[in-house]
């Protein structure tokens, strides 16, 4: 399968594939957080939804379970199955050449590698934000940050950085973390954000101040 991130893609985020038919109805893929799995490669092999599948196999260190022993290695043998057409890796991997090998694997396989950079603490200045996704997108076809919002000054921080590489050509993805930043959740397309995770079941929120994904849907389908 293929998952290209030409118009704004929604990640149904889950750590259980079987919730894919449930949300087939409203997003274009399934975010499949292998961290939180118990054996994400099983899952895989019996995965047959239709949707395409983004695997992520989160770091402890960046908010995720996976301990770094063999999280990599994980997350490129996953690249073996065809529903996996986009990866996540943290940029700090990408940085330390702790990634160099899944990312080879995945270019050789033409799955779409999105960068990722989190702050479960706060949001940094604007033009850190910007440097970050500037420097994540030397390494990916999508350069992801998700920051904790502390004040609506910090959600119009990384509404106007996600503005600005936008409007360079760049291809990003943001989002806001915690109850001040939801709505960015929904907005930040507007302003050109590539990708939305929602689960389809809230009481499964990968994230805080995430939204379900039937409300993800209308509001990101209202504001477009
Ligand atoms: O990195 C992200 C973004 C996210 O943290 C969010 O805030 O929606 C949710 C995660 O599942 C995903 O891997």
């Known amino acids: 399968m293929t998952l290209n991130f030409d118009s704004f893609v929604l990640a149904a985020a889950t750590a259980d594939l079987a919730d ?42 960046e908010g995720g379970e996976a301990s770094d022993e063999v999280r990599l290695e994980m997350l490129a043998e996953a690249l073996a199955f065809d529903a996996v ?3 996540d890796v943290e940029l700090a991997s990408i940085h330390e050449g702790a990634a ?13 590698i999105v960068a990722s950079a989190h702050d479960f603490e706060g949001t940094p200045p604007r033009n850190e934000m910007v440097k970050t996704l500037t420097e994540a997108g030397k390494y990916a076809d999508v350069a992801k940050v998700a920051v904790t919002a502390e004040s609506t000054a910090d959600t ?30 929904a907005v930040a397309p507007v302003y050109g954000s590539k990708i939305g995770y929602a689960p389809v079941d809230p009481a499964e929120a990968t994230a805080p101040g995430q939204y379900d994904l ?3 849907a209308g509001l990101v389908a209202r504001l477009e």
Request: aromatic content about 4%; glycine content about 4%; charged content about 25%.
């Open 156 to 185: 119009l921080a990384l509404l106007s950085a996600t503005e600005q590489l936008t409007a360079h050509g760049d291809a990003v993805a943001t989002m806001a973390m915690g109850e001040v930043g939801s709505h960015t959740r």
């Open 20 to 61: 894919e038919p449930a949300a087939r109805e409203h997003a274009n893929a399934i975010e499949f957080r292998m961290d939180f799995a118990d054996e994400p490669l099983v899952a895989l092999e019996a995965y047959d939804g239709e949707l395409p599948i983004l695997a992520t196999n989160r770091a402890e260190w």
């Open 214 to 216: 039937e409300t993800l």
């Open 85 to 87: 057409a986009a990866i």
């Open 100 to 112: 160099d090998a899944v990312l080879e694997t995945a270019r050789d396989r033409d799955v779409s």
